[in-house]
């Protein structure tokens, strides 16, 4: 694996110490690269509504958007799993938005890792295309 995609994942795992979940302990970091080889990284947000939570991922892309940064390359994820952490269905469809062909690291603290493209993990997605 290139060294980019190694940095993204340390900087996933440095968000995720920062993860909020009083509720369910499950700490999740995610970090996001930009095309201009900016990264901006996230962790999830409990919430005592607990519908209120957010994901890491999201975080991330939230951040980036909100800093005005919206190509993409890849997003990492990872948390304390037994297999790579995969995005849950939401994550998806919002990283989806912004690119099929952003690449998805998925990792957890043993160093396993798997990558796959974001079409691959939400085929025949509904997306912008279909609005326009
Ligand atoms: N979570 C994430 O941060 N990302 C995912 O893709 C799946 C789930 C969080 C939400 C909640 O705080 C905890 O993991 C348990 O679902």
């Known amino acids: 694996m290139n060294e980019k995609y190694k940095k993204l994942i340390g900087e996933a795992e440095q968000a995720r110490k920062k993860a909020y979940t009083p509720y369910s302990k499950f700490k999740v970091g995610a970090a996001i690269l930009t095309s201009e080889g900016r ?4 962790c999830n947000i409990e ?9 890491a991922e ?4 939230f951040k980036a958007i909100s800093e005005g940064f919206k190509k ?7 948390a304390d799993t037994i297999r790579p952490c995969y995005p849950c269905g939401a994550c998806r469809q919002v990283i989806l938005e912004f690119g099929e ?5 998925m990792a957890n603290l043993k160093g396993d890792i ?5 079409k691959e993990l939400l085929p025949e997605a509904f997306n912008k295309n279909d609005l326009l």
């Open 101 to 105: 062909d952003i690449t998805l690291i």
């Open 58 to 61: 999201r975080v991330a892309v």
């Open 114 to 118: 798997k990558i796959n493209k974001i």
């Open 72 to 78: 993409f390359e890849a997003i990492a994820i990872i």
């Open 47 to 55: 919430n005592a509504s607990f519908g209120l939570t957010i994901c």
């Open 39 to 42: 990264i901006f990284s996230g």
